[in-house]
């Protein structure tokens, strides 16, 4: 049993099913983070976790202790909003301290962890301030301290930093990430952003159409994803996939794609289990940072293959160059680097780490087990 336990809960609205027997264990310290496209069920899930909505069937546990029907004030849980959510005729300090007040905290004690958290947080010089004087960043960081001041069992997070701009997501996903790591405190965190998910997380359940498609770490959910939903979703550029037939000569078994010319070429995989697949179609997963020049590619590879394409489009991008070219007639970006010698509408040879591929089977969409 995990410290928060999430056994096969459903929700639905009348006849409109939106989770379906959903389960993760989640243990103390860590952090999970839920992540989806709209209308996946993540923020139901959240507030099903948090008692704003009832459970259709299944339990929620945090402790052990059964939560169905618990009032949510009663769950010792403390929950962070995309919209802030602060009282904006109270002083930072005040709403801070308000939750404390309202559950009869002394005020010698809650004025100890305001200052403990302001502190942490890095917010004291504000505490007398109200919220329409504040930055974006800064309200956020009241909505935290409102939340540690509680010292509760487990942390909810809904989009917190979605009505950020992009440089501040940034700084403040750092914030969070290094928040976590002091307290060692278990946090259960949705968001779209799948960047977020991998950067914050200790595992990621991914979610769509109200069921989990994959719950791992970030390297299993980026390296092995269990199904194309997965493989596509997670991953910025995200994964190409490559329609492909798999041939097999002494028992060594090839991926065959075609170039921008239509000319097959053959890969070699470094699975050994897809002998069986002789003549089937695939569909070939390949992450862009997997096919590069043959100078920059990855030197502890075991398997780098060479395909020769004509270049269609170049996008430098400061630290890198984003090569696109056209493969079994898709679109499939390389990811290279800043200086490598490239340009447009050139036959260029490009390096293909195999070890890095992944198979789907092209009718169930699950990845073939390597």
Known sequence: MGFLDISHVSKAYGSVQVLHE??????????????????????????????LEPITTGDISIRGRLMNGVHPSKRNIAMVFQSYALYPNMTVAQNMTFGLEMHGVPKAERDRL????????????????????????QRQRVA???????????????????NLDAKLRVDMRTEIKKLHQKLGTTIVYVTHDQIEALTLSTRIAVMNKGYIQQLGTPKEIYDTPANLFVATFMGSPAMNILPATIKVRDGVAFAEIADAQGRLQSLQFSQKNLASWDGKEILL????????????ADRKSQNIQRFSNVVTVIEPAGSDTFVTMTVSGRD???????????AARDRFEFAVNMDKAVVFDPKTEARIPG
């Not at 004291?124 to 930055?135: F, T, V, Y």
């Not at 409102?146 to 809904?158: I, K, Y």
């Not at 997963?285 to 920059?296: F, S, Y």
């Open 22 to 51: 959903v389960d993760i264990s989640v243990e103390e310290g860590e952090f999970i983070v839920l992540v989806g496209p709209s209308g996946c069920g993540k923020s139901t899930l959240m507030n099903m976790i948090a008692g």
């Open 114 to 137: 305001l200052a403990d958290v302001a502190r942490l947080l890095q917010i004291d010089h504000l505490l007398e301030r109200k919220p329409g004087h504040l930055s974006g960043g």
């Open 144 to 162: 935290m301290g409102r939340a540690l001041v509680r010292n509760p069992d487990v942390f909810l997070f809904d989009e917190p930093l979605s």
């Open 285 to 296: 997963g390949i992450r862009p940072e997997a096919i590069t020049d043959i100078d920059g």
């Open 332 to 342: 499939v970006v390389a990811r290279m680097r800043a200086d490598a010698s490239v």
